[in-house]
């Protein structure tokens, strides 16, 4: 019906691999020193891993929110010197392991920038917490989340150097509309063209690259969507993750909602996006996610969703109602 990537994982080693998510301290420069600024639905304590969420969770509970701030606020994490950084991704290893290998008996592993900007710092910072990284466990993938504006030529460089025969080596890089009116809407800080010449140093090198989406961003219906989701289908990256809107509280996006001055795609709505845009999308782009998982305590709006099984679950139904499927309106798909 769709080319998931847990099928992709199990085409490649045979059965589940699972990603070990860690915060390498890096900031994001489309946010001010203070942690203000950037995206309008930036969420200062959006991306981390599930685990590492339910220690959010926790700590918040229990009113201890400075230890998890100061590993993950941008401006504060990028003045920690090396070593703390390290001790921090070892930590995170390290409890990653435990955690996945006690809840899924997980055996294979990918390495996962996965907080806020990975490839924002010099290209020896880089190479030094990436190469601590990956010495922490016998990882099958490397992959490092980032934005279009922070993949130079000298990155791009480092990155391929880390592929080899038991090494992939993946960037998820976030366009999240094809759209410059939309993300200068949303204080994306970087434009369309800038998010082809990263793909284009990418692809050169022969790195993966999966692309994020969010549908139902501000001032964007589905036909800006789906012109979003060919333009993809014409670029074919290796893989693509979509999100539907979600509104975290304490962001600007969110104040601009309370207004009224917006409204975030209901789960049907997500639901009638994401088939027709699986049907656009070439059978062989990997999809590595359909929804967001916004903790509920921090979740502004949409505050009624499906739970992510119930959403696949609808999702597959009526895809099979319709005799849809990936590719079907796609003219490359074969
Ligand atoms: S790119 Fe990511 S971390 Fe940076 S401002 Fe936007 S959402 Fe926040």
Redesign the pocket.
């Known amino acids: 019906m769709f080319y998931s990537y847990k099928k992709y994982l199990k085409k490649m080693y045979g059965k589940a691999a699972y990603r070990v998510s860690v915060d390498g301290g890096f900031?994001?420069?489309?946010?001010n020193k203070d942690g203000s600024?950037?995206?309008t639905?930036?969420?200062?304590l959006?991306?981390v891993a599930v685990y590492q969420r339910t220690m959010e969770a926790d700590l918040a509970h229990n009113g201890e929110t400075s230890g998890w701030k100061e590993l993950i606020l941008?401006g504060k994490t990028s003045v920690f010197a090396m070593e703390q950084r390290k001790a921090k991704i070892k930590e995170q290893v390290e409890e990653g392991l435990r955690f996945l290998k006690r809840r899924y008996n997980a055996e294979y592993f990918i390495l996962y920038f996965q907080?806020?900007?990975g490839t924002f710092a010099p290209v020896s910072v880089l190479k030094e917490l990436y190469d601590y990284g990956l010495s922490l466990a016998e990882f099958r993938e490397l992959v490092i989340s980032t934005?279009p504006d922070c993949v130079s030529p000298a990155v791009a460089d480092l990155l391929v150097s880390y592929k080899a025969d038991d090494l992939d080596v993946w960037v998820e890089l976030?366009l999240q509309s094809a759209h410059d009116s939309t993300l200068q809407r949303v204080?994306?800080?970087h434009t369309r063209k800038e998010f082809e010449r990263a793909f284009e140093l990418l692809r050169e090198r022969g790195i993966k690259i999966t692309v994020h989406l969010i549908f139902g961003l501000p001032g964007e219906n589905r036909r800006e969507i789906m012109e979003t989701v060919d333009y993809l289908a014409r670029l074919k990256p290796e893989g693509i993750k979509i999100h539907n809107l979600h509104i975290p509280v304490r962001t600007a996006l969110f104040e601009e909602y309370s207004y009224g001055e917006l409204t975030v795609p209901s789960g049907m709505r997500h639901l009638s996006y994401t088939i027709e845009a699986l049907e656009r999308l070439p059978d062989t782009i990997i999809i590595h996610r359909l929804t967001c998982d916004t903790p509920e305590h921090r979740l502004g709006a949409p505050r009624t969703f499906f739970k992510k099984g119930s959403f696949l679950t609808i999702l597959r139904s009526q895809m099979e109602q319709r005799g849809s499927f990936q590719g079907k309106r796609s003219m490359s798909s074969h």
């Open positions: 900031s994001c420069p489309n946010r600024g950037g995206c639905y930036c969420d200062e959006g991306a941008p907080a806020f900007t934005r976030g204080n994306r800080g």
